[in-house]
């Protein structure tokens, strides 16, 4: 049997790792602008998701073209923000400033009957990881229009149904501000909501955490809006 010594085995040894390390590096590079394309995609189809277009990988950027009018950025002081591309804002890089520095993103949807829809998104923590998605608002800057919700790790069956049908069709209709007009958000209920409330919905059976974290973060979230709610309706 052929030997080879120390020092061919430490040098093949060394080519070997700089010639895997180059190919890796390459593929990430040539990779990276598809992933980040698809990235792009599918935040898209989320926001298209909460004002109820369905939409795929092949055809999310021409219906976002077609039904997203507008988007822009807000302060938390209500005030619109020059110069900020608002589809590039990361809410969860926003979230760890301090309040006063943050950027609110708003899209602005408008479907065939004319009429608009403010999308906002959401992001806050469930049993296992973060939780997050969008919600629109109808033109009252209260009545819910609909959602969007999405989830790293939550269990299947139980807090994971924050992503089905039957638990986001809820929040349709459903109001952010109370009769006395202060924001007050939804409430996600472990017992059956109050099907006249206007400010509450049923929560995941077994799933409790995952439901008041999605409630905590309707709450937070679109608690940091509500200046710019109030300045719109005055």
Request: proline share 3%; hydrophobic share 35%.
């Amino acid at each position: 049997m052929k030997s080879f010594s120390n020092t061919y085995i430490f040098i093949f040894s060394t080519v070997m790792v700089i010639l895997v390390a180059a190919i890796l590096s390459t593929a990430a590079m040539v990779l990276q602008p598809l992933q980040q394309k698809n990235i792009e995609v599918e935040k898209k189809r989320k926001i298209l998701g909460s004002i109820h277009v369905e939409s795929n990988a092949s055809n999310a950027e021409t219906l976002y073209d077609q039904y997203i009018l507008d988007s822009y950025v807000v302060n938390t002081e209500g005030t619109v923000v020059e110069g900020v591309d608002a589809f590039g804002i990361d809410l969860k890089d926003e979230l760890n400033k301090p309040e006063d520095e943050r950027y609110l993103p708003v899209f602005v949807g408008s479907l065939d009957d004319g009429s608009k829809e403010y999308v906002l998104p959401v992001r806050g923590l469930g049993l296992w990881g973060p939780i997050f998605g969008y919600v629109s608002l109808e033109n009252d800057y209260n009545t819910i229009y609909g959602t969007n919700f999405d989830h790293d790790s939550e269990t299947p069956g139980l807090g994971a149904e924050i992503t089905t049908d039957w638990f986001q069709d809820q929040f349709v209709g459903k109001k952010l501000f109370n009769e006395n007009g202060e924001f007050v958000s939804v409430e996600v209920t472990k017992k059956k909501a109050d099907p006249n409330d206007p400010n509450q919905v049923d929560g995941i059976g077994g799933s409790t955490l995952t439901s008041k974290g999605l409630e905590y973060m309707l709450r937070d979230c679109l608690g940091l809006y509500q200046a710019y709610f109030e300045k719109q309706l005055n």
